[in-house]
């Protein structure tokens, strides 16, 4: 749903000034390294390297990726030196760990290996994994005879490209992961009747993390759907050691579960069978998709509510853009403030989350913080809003957002500035000031009926109470 069409739809409704939106443009491209199509001995990964990035995963990525177990990857390790498709899938998960949650390195305990990558930025590293994999894998004919580490790897190679900003590589290779996965027919039910339980397992997992991801693709990037909701959910009792990692997988399915073919043929502009009972019910979805008690990891915790209000104002913008919303509707989703509403419950859900709990999402938690924050400047810029002198309103929601933003890894480069100017450009009322500490204690949403709530109980850390504050 393009931003401008949402201004436009508030203008109409609300009157004001014309503006230019501000896109964040990327820049696509790939890189090619200088590998054989076979790995050599010169470019075998660093054995603390692969253990660090092995461990990095199932301890911060796992929660909301279960798509892994410790003994496959372990053989795949020990399988690198004469297996092309092994060797590939490991790099491309190093990859993955340098450049989404930004993993820490470490120098390498053996003084004695030979091959050991020299220290840089992880980014860098990160690229030159990337790279490296895919030159390798082009020995592979991976399409002649696809299996789940298939997938996998061109899960990884998406979640890299996805990071680094490079939009066109990262949609053919998550359309390359749902196509594998259509052809080895994880789509059908059939398919896992029969086979090793554990593998089986996981790969219904994988089938559901390729549902969700797409999803939020597809509303990102305006892009078609490939996988439906056509087999079973796994099941949370399926193994009790990991009954928390399951319950909140669990929870991310259901609330991407009601983003079908129909709301994203409506969002891409395909369809117009759009309506205020239809948006109104998938709005109650959302909000009891997830239980009153969240039972997660942090990790998973994070995703799940960021991912619950960005749902929230992608559903919103749906609204405004089919002329659906109403000063006087009784349903607050329909009203033309809601923005704000959402904001201010996403505030409430994050400061309670840590620095390293949200940055291991990468530069993705960052895109859906940014939408909101987008969409609440420009409801504040068209909708006349009665701003309280001594209580919180939309001007401190906005000046949270910017600080959120500023202070996370990926934010401050290149989103923090696109929303400080995009903000000068639409609020030119609104002056930027110094602001040494801002309170981020809002007041309680009495009417958000029986979702989930967080009851924040402290300030946010010291690193996050300086910034920028816009004075409307």
């Known amino acids: 749903m393009p931003r401008a069409k949402v201004i436009s739809a508030l203008r109409q409704e609300n009157g004001g000034k014309k503006d230019a939106a501000i896109e964040a443009a990327s820049s696509p491209g790939s890189s090619r390294g200088d590998l054989s199509p076979y790995p050599k001995p010169h ?14 995963f199932f301890d911060k990525m796992y929660p909301t990726q279960p798509i892994l177990h410790r003994k496959g990857v372990e053989q795949m390790v020990e399988q690198m030196p004469y297996e092309l498709e092994a060797f590939c899938a490991i790099k491309a998960l190093c990859a993955y760990m340098m450049i989404q949650p930004n993993m820490p390195l470490s120098n390498p305990t053996d003084s004695s290996e030979q091959h050991a990558l020299p220290l840089r930025s992880h980014t860098d590293l990160g690229t030159t994994l990337l790279s490296e994999a895919l030159e390798a894998r082009k020995g592979i004919p991976y399409f002649e005879n696809p299996t789940t580490t298939t997938v996998i790897t061109s899960f990884f190679f998406f979640g890299c490209h996805f990071c680094l900003e490079k939009h066109s590589i990262a949609w053919f290779h998550l359309r390359e992961a749902t196509t594998v996965a259509v052809l080895i027919g994880m789509h059908l039910e059939s398919s ?9 397992k996981l790969e219904r997992r994988l089938f559901w993390l390729l549902f969700v991801t797409e999803r939020a693709y597809a ?16 099941e949370v009792d399926e193994d009790p050691t990991e009954a928390v990692t399951l319950t909140g997988f669990m929870h991310l399915i259901s609330l991407f579960r ?5 709301f994203v043929g409506i969002w ?5 069978d759009c309506n ?8 109650k979805q ?22 619950q209000h960005w749902l929230r104002m992608m559903t919103w913008q749906l609204s405004i853009s089919h002329k659906l919303l109403s000063s006087m509707a009784s349903d607050e989703s329909m009203t033309f403030t809601y923005p704000i509403k959402i904001s201010q419950r996403l505030l409430n859900d994050t400061a309670q989350f840590s620095q390293q709990a949200m940055e291991v999402h990468g530069i993705g938690l960052v895109k859906k913080l940014f939408d909101v924050a987008c969409t609440l ?3 504040i810029s068209c909708v006349p809003i009665e701003q309280d002198r001594f209580g919180f309103g939309p001007s401190d929601y906005l000046n949270q957002m910017l600080l959120l933003i500023k202070n996370l890894r990926g934010g401050e480069d290149r989103y923090f500035p696109l929303l400080l100017a995009r903000a000068a450009e639409v609020l030119p009322q609104a002056p930027i000031t110094a602001l040494p500490t801002l309170p981020v204690t809002w007041p309680d949403d009495s009417e958000s009926g029986g979702e989930s709530k967080v009851v924040m109980t402290q300030d946010l850390p010291r690193e996050v109470s300086t910034g920028v504050r816009l004075t409307l």
Not at 286 to 307: G, H, I, M
Request: aromatic share 6%; with cysteine.
């Open 258 to 262: 009601p983003f079908d073919d129909t």
């Open 268 to 272: 891409n502009e395909s369809g117009n």
């Open 377 to 379: 400047i420009d409801v």
């Open 286 to 307: 959302l909000s009891e998709a997830l239980p009153l008690y969240l039972q997660s990891t942090e990790t998973q915790a994070v995703d799940l509510k960021t991912s």
């Open 276 to 283: 205020v009972k239809w948006i109104i019910m998938l709005q």
């Open 43 to 56: 470019r075998h990964l660093p054995e603390d390297l692969i253990r660090d990035c092995v461990e990095f």
């Open 219 to 234: 509303l990102q990037t305006q892009k078609p759907l490939t996988l439906h909701d056509t087999i079973q959910l796994p």
């Open 192 to 200: 896992y009747k029969h086979g090793d339980a554990l593998e089986l």
